[in-house]
């Protein structure tokens, strides 16, 4: 099959939240169940991570979909609890019987960008293809509006997810994984992305809308004719470099200090976030972040 | 799905509200009782973590008085069992979760929480 090519949008809305409602929940809801059945397989860096979690944890995965990442790890099953946070209802009621061991999932209908829990109250969180979904400056900020990445790496992340994300865990030992899509798309993808008007020296992404193309079967009335439905995503691609930038940015703004934990025999407390890995898989950009307190 | 586990973890967000947001309060609720796999080293691993006293108040709310008001300094089997009952088996299915607070009210529905704020709500 052809790669399917995206349309590069220009988002220029004073209703973000309109705009995320209608180009992104709308939508989840509309397909929940076939773009669910698209969805079963694990990313092996998740499954990882997921698996070198400690017996006893509690996690958020913010974003959870059809909640594929909650019966994990198989090894260990009811080890850690994984909780699924959506703003589909459809796919929450996908994800409340994700997995095939007959397991009822604790999943949440809330927003990513707000953080209705107790500060700190996970040992880890994962974001896995949700944060593309964001339209604004705001929230993700919004690329296209954005003339110096640099200026605005702070105010980007004023409200937004990764920060939400950072403060959901333990300062103690949270681990924080997230995942994104990426504008290097590789062979085995099934979009192109359109390569012009890329500025050098800018880290930032693009973005675009992504079809969805929905076929239903037709009713007797109208002859059993099949339909399809295209339904369009907006989706922000990001560039290298850009997720481990506006990682740090919100660490920073939380008043976290962005490196390893220092040797013990230093005085005094400070609290800080560790970029464990950081790297690119098929498609998507990540970064796995541990938090440390002295 | 709301179960303990997760009612343990959710507090109120409306703007402003940062006191006296924790826990939220049952209202009018089904219950459901699932046996869920019992993992002791889940439990014991959790414990640490819990805010005990709201725990064992909002299982007292919903009936159950399976659970000492201070941590047992011996954990054993039984207070083991009677914890992942009380985190894990009681699924409340319908009614709604109110904040103590600002006395706003968060539906529950088919086991599943709208934690949803309307835009001016929201912090």
């Known amino acids: ?294 | 799905m709301v179960r303990l586990i997760t009612h343990n973890l959710l507090a109120c967000h409306v703007k402003n509200c940062t006191v006296n947001n924790f826990p939220l309060e049952f209202k009018n609720v089904q219950l459901e009782i699932r046996e869920a796999e019992f993992n002791p080293d889940f439990i014991r691993g959790f414990l640490p973590k819990l805010e005990w006293k709201a725990l064992v108040d909002t299982a007292r709310q919903l009936g159950d008085t399976s659970l000492p008001t201070e941590q047992p300094e011996m954990i054993d089997d039984e207070f083991l069992q009677n914890l992942h009952h009380v985190l894990l088996e009681i699924h409340v299915e319908e009614g709604s979760m109110i904040c103590n607070n600002c006395k706003h009210e968060y539906p529950i529905s088919s086991g599943i929480p709208n934690m949803l704020l309307a835009e001016h709500e929201i912090a």
């Open chain 1, 1 to 294: 099959m052809a790669p399917k090519v995206v349309k590069t949008v220009s988002v220029e809305t004073n209703n973000p939240h309109e705009f995320e409602d209608k180009n992104v929940h709308e939508v989840y809801d509309a397909i929940a169940s076939h773009f669910s059945s698209t969805r079963y397989k694990p990313w092996p860096i998740i499954a990882a991570f997921l698996s070198n979690i400690p017996t006893g944890w509690v996690g958020l995965d913010s974003g959870t979909g059809n909640g594929k990442y909650l019966p994990l790890p198989l090894e260990r099953p009811a080890a850690i609890w994984t909780i699924g946070l959506d703003r589909s209802i459809n796919l929450l009621q996908l994800a409340r019987t994700a997995g095939s061991d007959n397991v009822l999932r604790e999943v949440v209908l809330g927003n990513v960008l707000d953080h209705c829990w107790r500060t700190g109250a996970f040992d880890y969180a994962i974001s896995i293809a949700t944060i593309h979904h964001l339209a604004t400056n705001e929230r993700r900020q919004l690329a296209v509006q954005v003339k110096t990445y640099a200026l605005n790496a702070s105010e980007r992340t004023d409200r937004s997810t990764l920060k939400r994300l950072i403060q959901s865990v333990a300062p103690d030992h949270g681990r924080v994984l997230i995942y994104v899509w990426a504008i290097e798309q590789d062979e085995l993808s099934k979009r192109a992305i359109p390569t012009e008007e890329q500025d050098v020296g800018e880290v930032q992404g693009k973005d675009v809308m992504v079809p969805w193309v929905l076929n239903t079967a037709g009713s007797p009335s109208d002859g059993d004719k099949k339909h399809s439905e295209v339904f369009n995503r907006y989706y922000h691609m990001f560039a290298n470099g850009e997720l481990s930038a506006l990682t740090m940015a919100a660490a920073r703004s939380i008043g976290l200090i962005v490196g390893s934990k220092p040797t013990s025999d230093q005085t005094g407390s400070s609290e800080g976030v560790e970029i464990v890995q950081d790297g690119w898989e098929r498609s998507n950009y990540y970064v796995e972040l541990r938090r440390w307190k002295i």
